[in-house]
Nanobody, 120 residues
C-alpha cells in the first residue's frame, strides 16, 4: 500500500503564494510520475502539473509561468510552488503518484486533497 500525505493548502489573497507538498511512503520499488490535479466546485478534476521520473514537466496552460512543480526523489516528495494566485485557482488540490512495485506493476495513487482558496 501507498500513503500520500499532502500539506500546504490554505487561504491566500489574490497575487499571493502557496507551496504544496506531498510525501509518498509505503511498499513500492520506485516512483514513476508525480503530479498535482485540482477540482473546483461544480467542475471536473483537471491536471495542474505533472513530472515523470525523467525530470520533464507538463503544465496546464492556465498555470504556466505561475506554478512550478518539483520533486525530491530522496524524500519521495513532490512540491507545487504556486505564485501570483488568482481566484480561479481555488479548489481542492490532489497529489497523484504512480509507483512501480517489485513485480514491475504500476499503481496509480491519489491523496485525500488539500483545499486552496484564493480570495480577498
Amino acid at each position: 500500500q501507498v500513503q500520500l500525505v499532502e500539506s500546504g493548502g490554505g487561504l491566500v489573497q489574490p497575487g499571493g503564494s502557496l507551496r504544496l507538498s506531498c510525501a509518498a511512503s509505503g511498499s513500492f520499488s520506485s516512483i514513476n510520475a508525480m503530479g498535482w490535479y485540482r477540482q473546483a466546485p461544480g467542475k471536473e478534476r483537471e491536471l495542474v502539473a505533472t513530472m515523470p521520473s525523467g525530470g520533464s514537466t507538463n503544465y496546464a496552460d492556465s498555470v504556466k509561468g505561475r506554478f512550478t512543480i518539483s520533486r525530491d526523489n530522496a524524500k519521495n516528495t513532490v512540491y507545487l510552488q504556486m505564485n501570483s494566485l488568482k481566484p480561479e485557482d481555488t479548489g481542492v488540490y490532489y497529489c497523484n503518484v504512480v509507483v512501480i512495485t517489485r513485480n514491475l506493476f504500476k499503481f496509480n495513487n491519489w491523496g485525500h486533497g488539500t483545499q486552496v482558496t484564493v480570495s480577498s
